[in-house]
């Protein structure tokens, strides 16, 4: 049998490039295609890479898809459906949103692959098919499938070192895909031990884990950043603001490796916070967590949410001068985005305050909603702004980390990926990406 899994092309934002698009590979269609690459055979496409071959002969195809990529996801299914050949979809907006799933996809999966996919595959062969499968009780850490690396061309690629080492997220932010039905009671970690044999496998130093917050069970991470201790990694992951509170655990990440972390404080108004339920972030601390995280060496890649209903055009100007004097090394902005499943949505929907239901504007960088305290056109141009302030020559130097270890991966990033970008990605172009990232990657190990 042959299996088709796609990734749809996403929808870039103003201050993307390429290179964002060929980050990494998608790890749930590697996940799948290692379910059962040794049974039948799996093709994997990346529609930001290569065009859709819709002409190969292919029995079953599986579209994985984010919100902001649903209508093209719609188009890919057509052009299979009008051949003849059964379409499934999956992915982080289906398994939050699948009712208008069903209208278009033949199949529709909610929840983790390890519990559908098998069964649907299962089921196509004997047709016996239903139109929604879901996952069925508790998911446990042993059941969740590696990532087939080996299965696509990581020349492609600026990253194939990513690794995730649990699924959702113990706390459930309004604005979140985690306050969804389907995934709010969702948290599970890994064994160890298979965190470590993903590591072996992609057979790098530096490690990028990408989970929904490493630290949602603090337990298990302790245990894991001292196994990972003597491989002599370097990495880095996304963890909530509340680690401020677990320093004990910080001093053995720093031990362990860790060279950056993805933090969203998402707003300094502590209304703010408060009203979409983000409880773990206290912030009369975060000045602590920064100088505490600072301390030991490890850079921050903050993330910030503007259009919150305490949100006003004073909330930039205000933000920016709290970046530049914290030197927060990365910042991820995004405007507020009403996810449809999240609790956000079904307010502002109840609420009459969406003011556009294009799926394709859900990319974070449009506003789709009425603010409370500011036109639309103040809260897109206030994005727009901080984002060219951050980014700019003079703040990217006021910015620069005192760890003089950490200056070379700092100005990688800010000036390769964010400042110059665009240059990048024609020297990735005749170089490959691959070989890009690899240069990177061994300047930031080794300085």
């Not at 603090?218 to 509170?245: H, Q």
Request: glycine share 6%; hydrophobic share 40%; aromatic share 12%.
């Amino acid at each position: 049998m042959i299996i088709k899994l796609i990734q749809p092309k996403m929808i870039m934002r103003p201050m993307d490039t390429r290179l964002k698009t060929r980050m990494a590979p998608s790890l749930a269609l590697l996940t799948i295609a290692n379910m059962f690459h040794k049974e039948h055979t799996v093709i994997i496409e990346n529609e930001n890479i290569e065009d859709i071959n819709f002409n190969e002969i292919v029995d079953i195809v599986g579209i994985t898809i984010t919100v902001d990529v649903f209508d093209r996801a719609i188009e890919i299914a057509k052009v299979y459906q009008s051949k003849g050949i059964l379409v499934v979809a999956g992915g982080i907006h289906i398994t939050a949103f699948p009712e208008e799933a069903k209208k278009y996809f033949d199949v529709v999966a909610v929840g983790l692959a390890e519990q559908t996919w098998s069964d649907i595959i299962r089921d196509f062969q004997t047709g016996k098919l239903k139109k929604v499968y879901r996952c069925n009780g508790e998911v446990k850490g042993s059941e969740i499938v590696s990532p087939g690396y080996h299965l696509i061309d990581t020349g492609k690629y600026l990253y194939c070192n990513i690794i995730s080492t649990s699924r959702g997220c113990p706390f459930g932010c309004d604005f979140c895909y985690n306050s969804c039905e389907a995934y709010k009671r969702l948290y599970i970690n890994r064994p160890i031990k298979d965190v470590i044999a993903d590591i072996k496998t992609i057979g790098k130093r530096h490690v990028m884990f990408i989970d929904d917050n490493f630290i949602g069970n603090p337990k298990w991470t302790l245990e894991f950043v001292r196994a990972i201790r003597p491989m002599g990694l370097k990495w880095n992951a996304a963890v909530s603001a509340n680690i401020v509170d677990m320093l004990d655990l910080l001093d053995e990440m720093a031990i362990s490796g860790c060279q950056s972390l993805f933090i969203g404080f998402e707003s300094l108004n502590e209304n703010a916070i408060k009203n979409v339920h983000k409880s773990q972030n206290n912030i009369r601390k975060y000045e602590i967590l920064v100088e505490e995280i600072h301390k030991r060496g490890i850079m921050i890649n903050a993330s910030f949410v503007f259009g919150l209903d305490d949100d006003d055009v004073t909330t930039f100007k205000t933000t920016l001068d709290w970046i530049i004097k914290n030197k927060i090394e990365t910042v991820t902005s995004h405007i507020l985005t009403p996810y449809p499943g999240t609790k956000v949505y079904d307010e502002f929907v109840k609420n009459g305050r969406i003011t556009d239901f294009d799926f394709s504007k859900y990319n974070t960088a449009n506003v789709v909603f009425k603010p409370k305290n500011m036109t639309s056109e103040e809260l897109y141009n206030g994005y727009i702004w901080i984002y060219k302030q951050i980014y700019s020559m003079k703040n990217i130097f006021k910015r620069m980390p005192k760890a003089h270890k950490q200056r070379v991966p700092y100005f990688l990033f800010n000036f390769l990926y964010r400042k110059f970008g665009k240059a990048t990605e024609r020297l990735c172009e005749l170089v490959t990406y691959e070989r890009v990232g690899k240069i990177a990657e061994k300047l930031s190990y080794r300085l």
